[in-house]
């Protein structure tokens, strides 16, 4: 039975962000061809992950035979999200730009998936090949060639981290101008904004098909 992880990081509900609305169309079309399938999802925002601390990384470190009851606790919780990255056919991940990056709460989570020896920096893996659709929503244009185009700290990180560290197939789909309706100085882009989340949902619908297909 073909599953779905998905994790959403936004602050705001569907009606109000972009990449949640995104997100929810690719599981929508996901659901639509594995409708017995399963969709383990994370909300990052209302459910926070641990951040990683020394307690967690040391015990990814210790045997666990000799494990303190805390370190115990914290690499289950740990293991927890590894196991259902390793279980996923696919992954879908909204990732809005805040302050130039991702939200910490995907930080958290990333972090805490990045097992070295397990899911990372490892030839063989249960997570490697996976394919990861990430809607990397914005509220201005950081495309090539454009003043804040070095700005982009979204898709450079995600990519290098999950790809180069973790080996997973990464595919973005990217919401641009996403503050055009409610930042009066970006009024002349409305038009624009909205041809893009367009494409952005029309992209979402047609990859969440081409995935579930894939994990059938």
């Known amino acids: ?4 992880l998905h994790l959403d990081s936004a602050l705001w509900p569907e009606q109000n962000s972009a990449s949640r609305a995104v997100t929810a169309a690719f599981r929508q079309a996901w659901e639509s061809q594995h409708p017995d399938g399963t969709v ?28 303190t009851p805390e370190q115990a606790a914290a690499f289950a919780e740990q293991l927890k999200l590894v196991e259902e990255l390793e279980g996923a056919d696919a992954v879908l991940i909204g990732a809005p730009m805040y302050n130039f990056t ?27 090949g996976t394919p990861v659709y990430i809607v990397a929503s914005r509220g201005g ?33 990217v919401p641009e101008l996403t503050l055009a309706h409610s930042n009066p100085a970006m009024a002349e882009l409305i038009p624009l904004a909205d041809a893009s989340k367009a494409r952005a949902l029309e992209e979402a619908t047609s990859k969440g098909k081409e995935a579930a297909l894939k994990a059938a």
Do not use: C
């Not at 039975?1 to 779905?4: G, I, K, R, W």
């Not at 991702?102 to 989570?109: D, E, G, M, R």
């Not at 397990?118 to 249960?126: D, G, H, I, K």
């Open 1 to 4: 039975m073909a599953t779905l």
């Open 40 to 67: 383990i999802y994370r909300d990052l925002n209302a459910a926070p992950v641990p951040h990683l601390d020394t307690l967690t990384a040391s015990a990814a470190f210790t045997a666990p035979a000799e494990h």
């Open 102 to 128: 991702i939200p910490s709460t995907l930080k958290a989570w990333i972090d805490q998936v990045i097992l070295v020896g397990r899911t990372a920096l490892v030839e063989e893996s249960a997570v490697k």
């Open 141 to 173: 244009s950081y495309a090539p060639g454009t003043p804040r185009e070095p700005f982009e700290y979204v898709q450079n990180y995600l990519e290098g981290v999950l790809t180069e560290m973790m080996g997973v197939e990464v595919d973005f789909i």
